[in-house]
């Protein structure tokens, strides 16, 4: 009965823990990605917030000969403009972020509280950004899909007959497809069953699937709903008519490109403020720099022909 009573009341690991002087991490934030894809556009300065996209009008009108050796009359003709071009505004991704004056005088070693919370809040932020410039209604690379620009799996799956489709789509300079981390997985699976595994390329340090030399960037903003996806196909860059992504350059607090923090103060309750915004858009410049496999069925495993996920 004494040993157990000593036993009760000896040192415990938890109890020891407190003393010890434990190596202490940064915050870890799980919902940290690479967002490649906001790596991989341009970016172009946008004066006033917003960016007009003036468009030629019938440019199959633009009339021109290759004339012959003689004294034919050569055509006259003119560049017409759209009317009504569209405009796109930039949107703001945005958050106050409060922190307690005493808590940052007492806690702020081995880690800054407020530089802390300020790098969690902006990673918060662009991550949305990054979801924002896929899936914004307005803005979002998938509502600006044109009609024509939208192509189905042959067969459901995704598979290199249906990229080769894609492709057909944006054929001028097409720099990457862009799809859901389960729609690659599905995509190996086909080309290792027909016996062409795909091969990889390095970018920022990491290896990617391709097909026909164009890298499957992978991102889980692409919704997944009902075991289907989507894959995207990008032309890029402002020289090459393709999509382009869009900031406000010379914000105050500026911190990187359309990004800024500003210090707002500090309440009667000794609360810290700062506003943290990030002032974003995208614009596709030709309907052909982006094109849309719609409706990709990423949950069939030929080995397993009864298995769905």
Not at 48 to 60: E, F, S
Not at 96 to 113: A, F, I, K, M, N
Not at 247 to 257: A, D, I, N, V
Not at 258 to 277: D, E, K, Q, T
């Amino acid at each position: 009965m004494a040993d157990h009573d000593t036993a009760q009341l000896a040192l415990g690991d938890d109890a020891a823990r407190q003393l010890a002087n434990a190596t202490k991490t940064a915050p870890v934030l799980s919902t940290i990605s690479p967002r490649w894809l906001t790596h991989l556009l341009q970016w172009l300065p946008v004066e006033a917030g917003i960016y007009r996209l003036n468009k030629v009008k019938n440019p199959q009108d633009v009339q021109v000969l290759c004339a012959q050796r003689d004294e034919a009359e050569l055509p006259t003709t003119f560049v017409d403009y759209e009317e009504h071009p569209r405009e796109y505004f930039l949107n703001a991704v945005s958050a106050v972020l409060d922190v307690h004056t005493r808590v940052s005088d007492l806690y702020s070693s081995p880690h800054d509280q407020i530089k802390e919370q300020l790098r969690l809040t902006i990673e918060t932020i662009k991550e949305k950004q990054e979801s924002e410039l896929i899936n914004n209604p307005d803005y979002g690379l998938i509502a600006n899909v044109a009609p024509q620009q939208i192509i189905y799996p042959l067969g459901g799956s995704p598979t290199p007959d249906d990229l080769d489709e894609l492709l057909t789509k944006v054929w001028k300079e097409p720099a990457f497809f862009l799809t859901s981390p389960l729609a690659i997985a599905a995509f190996g699976r086909e080309c290792t069953r027909r016996g062409v595994p795909p091969p990889t390329v390095s970018l920022f340090g990491s290896q990617f699937l391709t097909w026909r030399g164009i890298p499957l960037i992978p991102s889980d903003k692409v919704p997944v709903s009902d075991g289907k996806t989507k894959i995207l196909l990008l032309r890029v860059g402002d020289k090459r008519q393709g999509v382009v992504g869009l900031y406000q350059p010379g914000l105050t607090g500026e911190q990187s490109p359309g990004l800024s923090v500003r210090f707002m103060g500090i309440s009667r309750n000794a609360i810290a403020s700062y506003l943290i915004s990030l002032y974003c858009s995208l614009a596709v410049q030709t309907e052909d720099a982006l094109a849309l496999l719609d409706d990709v069925e990423i949950g069939k495993y030929h080995d397993y022909p009864d298995t769905y996920k």
